[in-house]
Each structure stands twice: as structure tokens, then as C-alpha cells.
């Protein structure tokens, strides 16, 4: 018969297999999972945009699937004045890359933004930005350095996974014992 405590346990050990379970495959925590080498375009670490209507940020989606949708978030930073809160969906594109426009003009050179890329509600990188005047390039000159600022997150996958299969195994051993 099973007493008390070994009823417990073993229902401790479900909820634990079952939330791990959930959090593998991307069910309800914030996690990186499927773009683990999401990045974007920047130069010497900063996403640069000219004031137009037209500004375009780009990056690579990482391991998500051509046709995938991500949502592009761009939102100003310190004393840029007027403030401002723009969203764009960007298709993946079947090389893996991502470009969203945004309407930009009323901004003017020097002012700062952070943008973060999301892929169902969960972000998958993120960056800092800043207006540049139209006469500078917006991509890397053979002076700079272009670089992919990529973001990797806690996420929880196979390790975790198989870690609490041995924690409800060792619960199981002990209970025969």
C-alpha cells in the first residue's frame, strides 16, 4: 500500500516531468528555444537607421523557419525627443533574414532607440539603436565593423529535461528501496 508521503512524491514528480515537459517545447515560459542565433544588423554593436520614412532594420532569424513571422519592436532610449513606440511583423526570409520599415522621419540624427526582435511573445534578440545622418552609411564601412548582435536566453531544452527524468527515477529507486 502506498502511504502518504510516497503519494506525494510521485505527484510531486508528475507536476515536475510535466512542467519540464512544457517548458521544452516552448509551452509557457519565456524562452529562446527556436532562435537560439537570432541577431541583428549592426555596426560596432548599434543598429543605425537614417530619419525617413522608409528605415529598415535587419537581422537574421537564427533557426526559425522560412515563412515565420517576428515581430520587430522599436522604442526610443534616453532623452530622444519626440519619444516614440513602433512595431513591425517581418517575414522570414528563406535565407533566414528579416527586414521591417518603420516611419522614422520626424526623428533626427543622434537620437536612441532599443529594438527587440519576438517570435511568439518571446524575445529572440535585441539591440541598441541610433538615428545617423543621411550622409553616414547606415551598413559597415571597410573603417568599422559590422557585426550580428546576437542574443541567447535561459531557455529550457533537452538538459533540463533530462535532468528531471532523473530526479523522478532517483524518487522512484528510493521508493522500491
Known amino acids: 500500500m502506498k502511504t502518504p508521503s510516497t503519494i506525494r512524491r510521485l505527484a510531486v514528480a508528475a507536476t515536475l516531468l510535466l512542467a519540464v515537459g512544457g517548458l521544452a517545447v516552448g509551452g509557457f515560459a519565456p524562452t529562446v528555444a527556436a532562435a537560439d542565433d537570432a541577431s541583428l544588423s549592426t555596426v560596432n554593436d548599434t543598429v543605425r537607421v537614417h530619419a525617413v520614412e522608409g528605415a529598415t532594420v535587419r537581422g537574421t532569424a537564427g533557426e526559425l523557419d ?3 513571422t517576428v515581430s520587430v519592436r522599436v522604442q526610443s532610449a534616453g ?5 516614440f513606440f513602433k512595431s513591425a511583423d517581418a517575414t ?15 526623428q533626427s540624427p543622434g537620437n536612441h532607440f532599443s529594438v527587440t526582435v ?10 541598441t539603436g ?17 557585426t550580428q548582435t ?18 523522478a527515477a532517483g524518487l522512484a529507486r528510493r ?3
Open 66 to 68: 522560412a515563412g515565420s
Open 79 to 83: 532623452d530622444t525627443s519626440p519619444r
Open 92 to 106: 522570414v526570409a528563406q535565407d533566414g533574414t528579416f527586414a521591417a520599415e518603420f516611419d522614422l522621419s520626424g
Open 118 to 127: 519576438s517570435h511568439n511573445g518571446t524575445t529572440i534578440t535585441e539591440a
Open 130 to 146: 541610433r538615428v545617423v545622418p543621411e550622409d553616414e552609411p547606415v551598413t559597415a564601412t571597410p573603417s568599422e565593423t559590422a
Open 150 to 167: 546576437e542574443t541567447t536566453g535561459a531557455g529550457f531544452g533537452a538538459g533540463l529535461a533530462v535532468s528531471a527524468l532523473a530526479v
Open 175 to 177: 521508493r522500491r528501496a
